[in-house]
Structure formats: C-alpha cells, structure tokens
C-alpha cells in the first residue's frame, strides 16, 4: 500500500522530462516544488476544497447521528416489525450505489435539489452498513446498566444520549474516519449531481487537469497529495480511538 503512496508523493515533484524515465527515478532531480502551486492556478482548489469540506462535514455529523439513533433503537428498543426491518437494511449492503444513482438523481430532481450541495448531501446521510456498525456496538453493553439507568430516572433517549455515546467513541471516530474518507474522495456522485463550477467537490475539479490530447500528471499527482492530506491528518488525530475499537472488540468478542 505504501508503494503507490510513495509513487504519487515523487511524481508531484518531477518535471514533465522525468515523469517517464526509464528506469524510473523515486527520486526527482530536481525537485519541482511548483507543481504543488501551480495546482491552484489551474483550478479553483480552495474553492473545491471548502466546498468537498462543507459536504464531507455534513455527511459525517448527518450519518453520526442517523445511523446510531437507528442502531440503537435495533439494538435495545422493542417494536412490531424492527427483525423485518432490520433485514431489509441490511438488504441495502447488496445494492451497489451504481444501481440506487439514478433513482436518488430523480428523487433529487423532483425535489430542486439538483445542482445543489445539499442534493449530493442527503441520500448519503444513511447506509446500512453504518447502522449495523452501530447496532453491533450497542448490543455489547450490558441490560443491567439500562435497567440500573431506569431506575435513576434514564428515559431510553437518556440513556443513549449520556450513557451510550460517551461509551461509544472508539466506534463513533471509527465511523466518522470512514465516512469523510468516503465522500472526501466520492466521485461520480457528485459529478453527477453538480453542474455548476463553482459548486464542484476536489476529486470533480482534479478530473478537469485531464486534457483531451495531454494529462499533466505532475499536478495531477500534486493535486492528489494535496487532497489526501486532511484524510491523513484526520486518521493519526482519531488513531487512538481506532486502537481502542480494536481492544474492545478483542475483549467482547
């Protein structure tokens, strides 16, 4: 995995003379710092930076709290129909996001929200998979601890809100980590959806540095160093969490 990575990180430093040398040099000679601001002169990457990032956030906090309020009520809640239910969810894991595109386009067209970030935003606010992560979780937790917190006076909204989630962060940055990774990098959705320029996302406006005859890949690969950075920065803040989520499902498996 890490030999792409290293790929990517010295052809955004080579001139366009270097990029096909053979043998390949890993080592750019000179290195070519400009790549990295000419980037932003050939697209607007601070624009669809703040636009991936507004999109990328609203996703994230939308299926934080969508998905573990619908965890936890499969989880420690009793309903008709909640087996039934739960089955169909985990039914939409078999659906590629291919097959669902056009019916959520038609969705989002009957509702005006085509060419609009929030459009590219709510068919992504949910997915089973993300459910029955959080559903799994909440199931470890011990009934005697929600019975304890009736007692005390918990109601079940309570009980997940001060119990649960301050319980649940090892699993909440797990899933948090995965969907900005995720949408960050979503490309045929929002290509799909956004027509306007200035409301492109980065991985759309990268797409643009590929010419009909010619495709820079200096700055294509400067480009994509640029755009995976805040997903690095993001795992080695959350990097504990993960190592937690880890220990505790050792322990409770």
């Not at 290293?6 to 366009?16: E, G, R």
């Not at 039914?91 to 590629?96: D, E, G, P, V, Y």
């Not at 009957?110 to 970030?117: E, K």
Request: aromatic share 16%; proline share 6%.
């Amino acid at each position: 995995m890490i030999v792409p990575f290293i790929w990517m990180v010295s052809t955004s430093l080579k001139d366009q003379q270097q990029l096909f040398a053979w043998p390949p040099n890993w080592i750019p000679n000179p290195f070519v710092w400009s790549n990295y601001t000419e980037v932003f002169t050939r697209i607007n990457f601070s624009l669809y930076g703040m636009n991936t990032l507004k999109i990328t956030a609203a996703v994230t906090v939308g299926r934080l709290v969508l998905c573990s309020m619908a965890g936890y009520g499969f989880a420690r809640m009793k309903f008709p129909g909640k087996d039934f239910l739960f089955m169909l969810t985990l039914a939409t894991m078999m659906i590629s996001s291919q097959i669902t595109m056009i019916p959520n386009f038609v969705i989002m067209r009957y509702l005006g929200l085509v060419d609009t970030h929030l459009g590219v935003v709510l068919p992504q606010l949910a997915d089973g998979f993300s459910i029955f992560l959080m559903r799994q979780f909440f199931l470890t937790f011990p009934y005697e601890l929600e019975d304890a917190a009736k007692l005390d006076g918990c109601n079940p909204f309570m009980f997940y809100l001060r119990i649960l989630i301050p319980n649940s962060k090892p699993i909440l940055a797990t899933l948090a980590v995965m969907t900005f990774q995720g949408v960050w990098n979503d490309f045929l959705w929002p290509l799909v959806m956004l027509t306007s320029p200035a409301k492109r996302t980065l991985a759309v406006g990268l797409s643009y540095l590929v010419g009909q005859y010619t495709t820079r890949w200096d700055l294509q690969m400067a480009g994509s160093v640029l755009t995976v950075l805040p997903i690095l920065i993001l795992f080695f803040l959350l990097q504990k969490y993960f190592v937690q989520s880890i220990k505790m499902s050792g322990l409770k498996g």
